[in-house]
């Protein structure tokens, strides 16, 4: 199954882009999908480690089942002050 990700900030930078799209194999879970984007972006494992993700606009933990028509986002926590 194919998914669109997008990508923002550190994840963005370390990955080279805003979207990327994985072809993953059914069923698959967002820790298939991390080790996908690991496999194919290296430089992106050590902000993996803290990512936040979102499917459909929902935090999800890497158990979550991804459907082919989620929609993913990736982001790195902020802090301010």
């Given amino acids: ?3 669109n990700i997008h990508c923002y900030s550190i994840i963005k930078e370390r990955v080279g882009q805003s979207q990327v799209t ?3 194999q059914t069923p698959a879970t967002v ?3 991390l080790d996908e984007l690991v496999r194919l972006y290296p430089a992106v494992t050590p902000s993996l480690y803290t990512v936040i993700i979102t499917v459909n ?3 999800v933990d890497r158990s979550h089942q ?3 028509e ?3 986002a990736l982001f790195s926590p902020v802090s301010g002050g």
């Fill in 1 to 3: 199954m194919k998914v």
């Fill in 22 to 24: 994985l072809d993953l």
């Fill in 31 to 33: 820790r298939d999908l």
């Fill in 57 to 59: 606009r929902e935090f």
């Fill in 66 to 68: 991804l459907n082919a």
């Fill in 70 to 72: 989620d929609e993913i």
